[in-house]
């Protein structure tokens, strides 16, 4: 018997489990590795902050999320030997394989940020980026009486790279109908010169935070959190108050990475932007939040990735040559509050442009603009999540990117971003 | 485009201040380009970033980012900001005759 050994049961190791255990011949076993009981649909912690009580909608038992055949492996990674294709487990097993698929995401890691997870954690100092992080702050933002909410990204990346803005949004929202807008201070401080990564969107995004109100502290690159003072300070030395600080504080990838010697400076693990073989291993593929790649770091991204790495797969048991086939596609809600939401579909090359999704000119939803049907497509999105998508059905949603159905602007408006953050291939 | 000069030799920059062709950089113009974008005077610690720059440049294809910098060239974050106030990653690539580095989204 060979072995497809997959490292993770998130979002995309999940889908690729589920994919390969259809498509491989009788001569292979597919292994996936994860220590977690519970598989977390991470989109739906936006919202518990806010006062949504569907925790358990969130949450489901790993074992029932994996198709028969595939055999889960319930330990942590310590370490790959890529020389010996062997992956190490916590236990002191020794896991084969012939075909090893990456897919253990990226988490945050608070405790790179000097005083970050010290006094004040779980104080003054909340993320909303875990599950327990999102019900604790669900319980800080209930008894909150106003002052200063400072939403602080740390550094870049970092997974769904719209979720601070929704956060903002939502916050808004949450304020404005306790009737106590007035008595908070939302501050939006991010390490980029704008509100987005992606001029057409960052004018979008940047306009709805000044409609509502929010002052955007840009280009703060944190450096530590004097969490007795409650102050946010730059490498700069600019200094930022707060009263309630909600981080997104630095990602990384799984220490198991950086112990095999696999990552960047990050712990990503660097890939080939177009074909996902991990750039140093033949018999490697890399997916998900886990890659080095510059296309968000998104649930949609590991979907479209997922249908790329499973023909490459089957292209390297069958010695051919791999699809280029990833262009960076990514395509996320927006959620703006008051139930309505926008919807971008970008790229590597293309940044975000209006038009209509997925159906050229029909729709149903529409790209850059906000609406309650998005919002719509948004909260229906966890039925497709745990019933299409994670079992590895086909979704009509093209896996590169289309232009059609796009409208591209006459002439560019002048924009308001220097141009520092694109992401390009 | 605009140019800049350092002991007679004369290099293409384009509209944001880069060096178009990275192979013509020279310790002089890295002080031309020091003094250009007001650091100043570099020191033994800017030269220790400016060849950390180069070689892991040389050897990636790309530019390192900030992060990379500080983790091993030795010189930490807060450091190199003195060194190369208000955008460390961006001016380090520059006065190093490096293409801007791609930040990631």
Known sequence: MK??????????GTMMANRMVT???????????????EHLYQPGLLFLPFGARDEELNLRARSKTLKPGVEWVREAVQLIEADAKTVVLDNGTKQ??????IASGSQIRPDETPGLADGGWRGSIFDFYTLDGALALRDALDTFEGGRLAINIVEMPIKCPVAPLEFTFLADAFFTKRGMRDRVELVYVTPLDSAFTKPMASRLLGGLLEEKGVRVEPEFATGEVDADGKNLISYDERKVPYDLLVTIPTHMGAPFI???GMGNELSFVPTDPHTLRAKEHEDIFVLGDATDLPSSKAGSVAHFQSE????NLLRSIGNESLEEGFDGHANCFVESGFDKALLIDFNYDVEPLPGTFPLPWVGPMSLMKETYLNHLGKLAFRWVYWNALLPGRTIPVPNRMSMRGKVRPASPAPTSTKGGHHASA | MPVLEAKGTE?????EGFMVDSS????ELAEALAEKEGIGALTERHWKVITFCREDAAQNGQPPGLRRISKLSGVPTKELYQLFPKGPGKLAAKVSGLPKPKACI
């Open chain 2, 24 to 27: 013509q950089w020279t310790p």
């Open chain 2, 11 to 15: 290099v293409e920059l384009n509209d």
């Open chain 1, 96 to 101: 084969p394989y012939d075909l090893l698929v």
């Open chain 1, 23 to 37: 498509r491989l011949s009788s001569g292979w076993c597919v292994k996936v590795i994860d220590p977690e009981q």
């Open chain 1, 308 to 311: 790329v790495v499973t023909e």
């Open chain 1, 3 to 12: 072995n497809l050994v997959i490292l993770g049961a998130g979002t995309a």
């Open chain 1, 258 to 260: 950086e112990a095999s």
